[in-house]
């Protein structure tokens, strides 16, 4: 059972699809790529200096959280894990808070009122059944909203996995399934997590439709999640796309990916960058120049390097408060410990 | 006010707690049939099959959907046929559901409760007479609530879904259709967090919960009979704790016994012997006695009354506070 | 995706195999079919009388049962459920020890040795994935034996399902997993357990074989799942099979099965019994006569009703008991509460 | 005796277990990369990776596994990469592990061994600090320990796969690399179920485990510098617990301080201090203190300390049982 993945950008910037693709639109996309690429690494970089307590970086797959999310409308749901700092931004989730979290601050939980998305999941595999639960309730609800949730190629694995697949075919939920397929779990190939020869083939068990799309192609990515989420819109019911990427750096960084993959793999799929393809294109259609580019970079860093100040500029909060959302209110038990614990931290 | 068992008192709460609109009910074989123990029967007639679900068996989906939907604005109330069967959803439940709050910083919550059929003494087969409430209470952000009448069943599981938070519910199978009593109409509830005193007493504290409130009673008859003046409480709530009123009791009595069926080692009793023990030190008389469960898997019909708290094992305990 | 469920025997007994069935092995079989039925019927029966505490009725389902088990040898595993007394009497475990796990009698669960079948499971979906673990040792300890599981439709929807058909999948563990689709779980009907039209193409999603057969026909069970087991021990991975059948009487004896159907589906079900066409078969071929039958019921008697006497001749155990199988030798802990539970119970 | 980190102890103690051919060991990214924590490090070389086996990501799958492979005469030493990750294998722990040997008395057992690294103080993210040993004492036909120092972890990960039945193995991370010492070379076992007088003493008793070891050394250290006498107990095994060397003490004593960064409510601690009660009331002076860690998820990084029981915490505690 082969599914052949949808593209409509080669990754030499050749675009394949039938009508031609929106000029504006494109740099849009190319924008939001820039920065998600610079966010990546600017966070790398602070991990280095201690900045941060570790971080996920997602180099390589800013195509498929980029485009992921760009057919959402912001009453829709996000549901993705600790890789996808991209997606959550693009859909409203403050650079800071992504930041804060990746601080040991849980502050950055809190998202402004308005964006739907949770914070990221760093179980993997749980999360996927809210978003279940998030677009059926919605529809009790009487809006129509939908959710789409984002995990990797490892948490197909998880019992839970089943589970939220099973009840999204069952009650026909309006919820997409987007399977970021990054070729490794941890240092665990593709090949060795599951015996079905793709991802999307997997949907055949719950009986919806699954496709698979070259998850570098930003376009593609956006067609068809922006087809998943009309259908799940209109009451089809659920998709599960899998879009086929690579992670080019370490899981996390404190992981050493040379200890279980070969440099040429990477460069295979450096040669596919997400982003050089839209600016080759761009270019093309003389629509991309170095200034251009130049801007785009600026604009990026400044609203991420303001972030990372506000960021760091958060007072560090009190003993005390490690205690006052454990409950809407402090329970009896609580407030006697709480006032132990500030007692201790003086 | 009207008599009712606990069984029809928890369907009562259940039929009041889906006027509200946000309200669903969800769970294995609970629409159609109404649930293994009838506790939701004629709900899903009433309320329609899109707020009564009947839900595939998988408990984690189960408890991972409705988390969801408490996120969206839902109060969802699921039942678990058993709580033998909850473990699968052990990780939605510790690591999603008693910690959304948290880890949002309140943005967002998951107002949902979890009812939990428990218990043994029904000659039920394997995992069907779990009391493992300590796993739960254990848990931070999660409420455990134990019922044990007909009038705190339904008050208690109002109370629940009212709740901003997340609360396991325990049902004592036991009691469903032995326990019978008056219960008031309408929206009753119990409040969450209070113990009550279920008779006074002077010589010595028994404390206990669910389905063991049966036995703890009938020991305090059998003591009283004999002279002894026994204070009961009824937990009701097992986190957050009511511990002043444990603790003013014992330190008039000088004495406690505590009663539950879940085995001995880390069950929910040694928190409350170390709690007794930390603020009434000084007035016990007697070394707190637990009686509970053994440290054994809960045995099958024709063994369980080896295993069971029996209303003997209550009073001899009771009489050895009184002697040491 | 529609599998059509592989049949050799027609409800009316026409054989539609291409080459004809051995005779003998046909009698033998429909002596186990009868044998099974009188066991299910007296079973019942005793739940009634209340010698047992509740029983699960199988009826219905025996040509799954026989037929999976008959290909086992002796070293091989099973891994069954509560409703799979006649599968699991076919692979060596004593009708005596089934009752007694019904009368709530641990020492049930304690089969003679040599006998390769677990105590049957009593919570839904986790045993499946003990089946590969089984299965995986043989392997690995160098022998040929194989592993069979059966589950029910219902058990599907659960996580565990799935992480053991994927483990299956990726080790190509000799593992068969045998979905004994009755059309229910207590009362949930198979269309909404999941929404999959089949529960054999879920084997898709893993990478291996699903197929589906006649549940009420022996033969072809006993066909599909030899082939399943011969790829299994011949080192070619798991197998799926979907027996399709039915369960003719309530999930319990403590289920009133009209709360949730009609009638007319158990009539419809009747009417393609699993013992009828077998009989009406070996008539055809002169190879059934009423003499025979009655022979048949009376020896299954005899051994069956044996095996309640002896169950019951069994002296209940001392309070003290219940500690000794909790570990192997008796902690300190369990030694001081072992002599207090034996004070308390004189 | 060579001097190793406990990461080194630990990769000692499998390389010798695998020795027997009925030892497999399995968890995620055990393999190729040697375990996020190295622990496993150049045993799939060395052992093959038929016996040392990178899984899926699926710890209900890999337990189950596990489980089935220890009913067929293995010995599988399974790897969960965090306690908080071990909650979605609980139902096959609970429901299978744990039970199968009195379900079946006694004819199929599943002598395996669950690690679970835990623990918090390393600033690591959510549900990599987890400390739930409670969940897992509570379960009968468990067993449930837990390493302190490198030779210990050596000693005891060995008994623990010498066991008959499932051991609960835990792992403090914060201790792997920062913990050293000698640790014997070959098969050296500590028997499973006796607990350490780490340190003698005589004003008061600190009972600790694991990782908190750490801390209650200090503790004792600084009570030292005071003239107070602490006696250290390291329980080493939570279940079965060796309760007569903890009475020994506390009637000697009179004092004590249990130690545990679990939350309070219902952890192990509760335990100790209601056996201490049970058995030693009338040797107490004061009330058994608990320092612990509070009923809260555990913060991440930034606020982490004002959770984690701190030096000063335990020796307050312990100066509280000398007024008291
Ligand atoms: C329940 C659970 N088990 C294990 C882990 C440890 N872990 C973190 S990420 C990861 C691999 C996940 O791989 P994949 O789903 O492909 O996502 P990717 O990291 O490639 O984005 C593992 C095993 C975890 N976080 N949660
Ligand atoms: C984990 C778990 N959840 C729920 C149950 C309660 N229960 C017992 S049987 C059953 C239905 C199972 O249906 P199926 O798998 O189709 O098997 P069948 O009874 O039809 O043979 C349920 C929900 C259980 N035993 N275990
Ligand atoms: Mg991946
Ligand atoms: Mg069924």
């Given at each position: 059972?082969?599914?052949?993945?949808?593209?409509?950008?080669?990754?030499?910037?050749?675009?394949?699809?039938?009508?031609?693709?929106?000029?504006?639109?494109?740099?849009?996309?190319?924008?939001?790529?820039?920065?998600?690429?610079?966010?990546?690494?600017?966070a790398s970089?602070?991990?280095?200096?201690?900045?941060?307590?570790?971080?996920?970086?997602?180099?390589?797959q800013?195509?498929?959280?980029?485009?992921?999310?760009?057919?959402?409308?912001?009453?829709?749901?996000?549901?993705?894990?600790?890789?996808d700092?991209?997606?959550?931004?693009?859909?409203g989730?403050?650079?800071?808070?992504?930041?804060?979290?990746?601080?040991?601050?849980?502050r950055?939980?809190?998202?402004?009122?308005g964006?739907?998305?949770?914070?990221?999941?760093?179980?993997?595999?749980?999360?996927?059944?809210?978003?279940?639960?998030?677009?059926?309730?919605?529809?009790?609800q009487?809006?129509?909203?939908?959710?789409?949730?984002?995990?990797?190629?490892g948490?197909?694995?998880?019992?839970?996995?089943?589970?939220?697949?099973?009840?999204?075919?069952?009650?026909?939920?309006?919820?997409?399934?987007?399977?970021?397929?990054?070729?490794w779990?941890?240092?665990?190939?593709r090949?060795?997590?599951t015996?079905?020869?793709?991802?999307?083939?997997?949907?055949?068990?719950?009986?919806?439709?699954g496709?698979?799309?070259?998850?570098?192609?930003?376009?593609?990515?956006?067609?068809?999640?922006?087809?998943?989420?009309?259908?799940?819109?209109?009451?089809?019911?659920?998709?599960?796309?899998?879009?086929?990427?690579?992670?080019?750096h370490?899981?996390?960084?404190?992981?050493?990916?040379?200890?279980?993959?070969?440099?040429?793999?990477?460069?295979?799929?450096?040669?596919?960058?997400?982003?050089?393809?839209?600016?080759?294109?761009?270019?093309?259609?003389?629509?991309?120049?170095?200034?251009?580019?130049?801007?785009?970079?600026?604009?990026?860093?400044?609203?991420?390097?303001?972030?990372?100040?506000?960021?760091?500029?958060?007072?560090?909060?009190?003993?005390?408060?490690?205690?006052?959302?454990?409950?809407?209110?402090?329970?009896?038990?609580?407030?006697?410990?709480?006032?132990?614990?500030?007692?201790?931290?003086? | 006010?009207?008599?009712?068992t606990?069984?029809?008192?928890?369907?009562?709460?259940?039929?009041?707690?889906?006027?509200?609109?946000?309200?669903?009910?969800?769970?294995?074989?609970?629409?159609?049939t109404?649930?293994?123990?009838?506790?939701?029967?004629?709900?899903?007639?009433?309320?329609?099959?899109?707020?009564?679900?009947d839900t595939p068996?998988?408990?984690?989906?189960?408890?991972?959907?409705?988390?969801?939907?408490?996120?969206?604005?839902?109060?969802?109330?699921?039942?678990?046929?058993?709580?033998?069967?909850?473990?699968?959803?052990?990780?939605?439940?510790?690591?999603?559901?008693?910690?959304?709050?948290?880890?949002?910083?309140?943005?967002f919550?998951?107002?949902?409760?979890?009812?939990?059929?428990?218990?043994?003494?029904?000659?039920?087969?394997?995992h069907?007479?779990?009391s493992?409430?300590?796993?739960?209470?254990?848990?931070?952000?999660?409420?455990?609530?134990?019922?044990?009448?007909?009038?705190?069943?339904?008050?208690?599981?109002?109370?629940?879904?009212?709740?901003?938070?997340p609360?396991?519910?325990?049902?004592?199978?036991?009691?469903?259709?032995?326990?019978?009593?008056?219960?008031?109409?309408?929206?009753?509830?119990?409040?969450?967090?209070?113990?009550?005193?279920?008779?006074?007493?002077?010589?010595?504290s028994?404390?206990?919960?669910?389905?063991?409130?049966?036995?703890?009673?009938?020991?305090?008859?059998?003591?009283?009979?004999?002279?002894?003046?026994?204070?009961i409480?009824?937990?009701?709530?097992?986190?957050?704790?009511?511990?002043?009123?444990?603790?003013?009791?014992?330190?008039?009595?000088?004495?406690?016994?505590?009663v539950?069926?879940?085995?001995?080692?880390?069950?929910?009793?040694?928190?409350?012997?170390?709690?007794?023990?930390?603020?009434?030190?000084?007035?016990?008389?007697?070394?707190?006695?637990?009686?509970?469960?053994?440290?054994?898997?809960?045995?099958?019909?024709?063994?369980?009354?080896?295993?069971?708290?029996?209303?003997?094992?209550?009073?001899?305990a009771?009489?050895?506070?009184?002697e040491?």
């Amino acid at each position: 059972m082969h599914l052949k993945p949808h593209q409509l950008l080669t990754p030499e910037g050749v675009h394949t699809g039938r009508a031609a693709p929106d000029i504006d639109a494109v740099r849009a996309r190319y924008g939001a790529l820039v920065e998600a690429r610079l966010y990546d690494h600017k966070a790398s970089a602070l991990q280095r200096q201690g900045r941060l307590a570790t971080y996920a970086p997602y180099e390589g797959q800013e195509a498929t959280q980029v485009g992921a999310v760009a057919p959402l409308a912001a009453r829709d749901w996000l549901v993705a894990s600790y890789r996808d700092a991209a997606a959550m931004f693009f859909h409203g989730y403050p650079w800071k808070n992504l930041l804060l979290t990746r601080m040991g601050d849980e502050r950055g939980g809190h998202p402004p009122e308005g964006v739907n998305a949770l914070p990221p999941s760093i179980t993997v595999g749980g999360h996927m059944i809210h978003a279940v639960g998030l677009a059926w309730a919605e529809r009790l609800q009487g809006t129509d909203a939908v959710a789409l949730t984002i995990f990797g190629d490892g948490a197909t694995s998880e019992g839970d996995f089943h589970e939220a697949m099973n009840f999204a075919g069952v009650y026909r939920t309006p919820t997409v399934f987007l399977c970021q397929n990054n070729g490794w779990a941890i240092s665990m190939p593709r090949s060795q997590q599951t015996a079905s020869e793709t991802i999307a083939q997997k949907a055949v068990a719950y009986g919806f439709p699954g496709v698979a799309v070259d998850g570098n192609d930003v376009l593609a990515v956006e067609e068809v999640v922006a087809e998943a989420v009309a259908r799940a819109r209109g009451g089809d019911g659920p998709t599960l796309v899998e879009a086929l990427t690579y992670r080019i750096h370490g899981h996390t960084t404190a992981d050493d990916h040379r200890r279980y993959r070969v440099e040429e793999e990477v460069a295979t799929w450096r040669a596919k960058d997400p982003l050089e393809r839209v600016r080759l294109w761009l270019h093309g259609q003389g629509a991309w120049d170095e200034t251009w580019q130049s801007e785009l970079e600026e604009r990026a860093s400044r609203r991420i390097e303001a972030a990372v100040a506000e960021a760091e500029s958060l007072v560090s909060f009190t003993a005390g408060e490690i205690f006052d959302a454990t409950y809407q209110e402090l329970t009896a038990p609580l407030r006697i410990q709480r006032s132990l614990a500030e007692r201790d931290s003086q | 006010m009207s008599v009712l068992t606990m069984a029809q008192a928890l369907n009562s709460a259940l039929d009041v707690a889906l006027s509200d609109p946000r309200v669903v009910v969800m769970g294995e074989d609970i629409g159609t049939t109404g649930g293994v123990f009838r506790i939701t029967d004629g709900l899903a007639e009433k309320h329609g099959t899109e707020r009564v679900i009947d839900t595939p068996v998988a408990e984690s989906g189960i408890v991972g959907a409705a988390f969801g939907m408490a996120v969206a604005g839902m109060r969802p109330v699921v039942e678990i046929q058993f709580m033998g069967f909850s473990y699968p959803a052990y990780d939605q439940v510790i690591n999603h559901v008693a910690r959304i709050r948290n880890r949002s910083r309140h943005r967002f919550t998951a107002p949902m409760v979890i009812r939990l059929p428990y218990g043994a003494g029904i000659g039920a087969a394997e995992h069907h007479s779990e009391s493992t409430e300590a796993v739960y209470a254990h848990i931070p952000g999660l409420k455990v609530v134990v019922a044990s009448t007909p009038e705190n069943a339904k008050g208690l599981l109002l109370a629940a879904v009212d709740d901003p938070d997340p609360v396991i519910f325990m049902e004592p199978i036991r009691l469903y259709r032995a326990a019978r009593g008056e219960v008031p109409g309408g929206r009753h509830t119990t409040p969450i967090g209070s113990a009550e005193v279920d008779r006074t007493g002077s010589d010595v504290s028994l404390v206990s919960y669910g389905a063991m409130m049966r036995e703890t009673r009938e020991a305090a008859d059998r003591l009283a009979e004999d002279g002894v003046s026994a204070e009961i409480i009824d937990l009701r709530t097992l986190v957050p704790l009511d511990a002043d009123t444990i603790v003013a009791s014992v330190v008039r009595t000088g004495r406690a016994v505590i009663v539950h069926e879940a085995p001995l080692t880390a069950g929910y009793g040694a928190e409350i012997v170390a709690l007794i023990q930390e603020r009434a030190l000084y007035s016990l008389r007697a070394p707190v006695q637990r009686v509970t469960g053994w440290d054994t898997v809960v045995p099958l019909r024709l063994a369980e009354r080896h295993y069971m708290p029996s209303v003997a094992r209550i009073v001899s305990a009771a009489r050895q506070t009184l002697e040491g």
